[in-house]
């Protein structure tokens, strides 16, 4: 573990702020005029593929279902433009990166297999005779003699 911030991930994991860059530029959004003249857009970047705080099996956890986040050069972007101020924009960033870990890392609930109920067999039989009986009622009526 290393001394300094950290942005904690969950209970196992937590990522230090040294690993962290960030980037600014200008936002589109709330501001007026202000807007024009103040770079409050902040873009997290992490080296997913360097660093040190992730094994291979997380790393490659990551990788596959953040995909469309990380870029060829193994970095993870996560960008915040929603609030007027740079400091908030970091803040909302942190959250956000640590949040999609948090959602990338955790196993999916296993699935237990099921069969629907022998009543709505019946009912899907059922519906499908009657719609047969409604197509079959519309075609040509015979003549009478």
Do not use: C, W
Not at 23 to 32: C, I, M, V
Request: no cysteine; net charge positive.
């Amino acid at each position: 573990m290393t001394d300094g911030p950290v942005v904690a991930i969950d209970d196992r994991l937590a990522i230090p702020l040294s690993e962290l860059s960030f980037e600014t530029s200008r936002a589109g959004g709330p501001g007026g005029q202000n807007v024009n003249k103040v770079e409050s857009r902040v873009t997290l970047v992490y080296p997913l593929d360097t660093s040190p705080s992730l094994d291979e099996g997380q790393r490659a956890r990551v990788r596959e279902r953040l995909a469309s986040r990380v870029s060829k050069a193994g970095l993870l972007r996560v960008t915040s433009q929603r609030h007027r101020t740079q400091a908030a924009n970091r803040s909302a960033a942190l959250e956000r990166f640590a949040e999609l870990l948090r959602d990338a890392l955790t196993d999916d609930p296993q699935r237990r297999a099921t069969r629907p109920p022998r009543a709505a067999k019946r009912r899907r039989v059922e519906g499908k005779r009657a719609r047969s009986r409604v197509k079959t009622l519309r075609g040509r009526v015979a003549a009478e003699d």
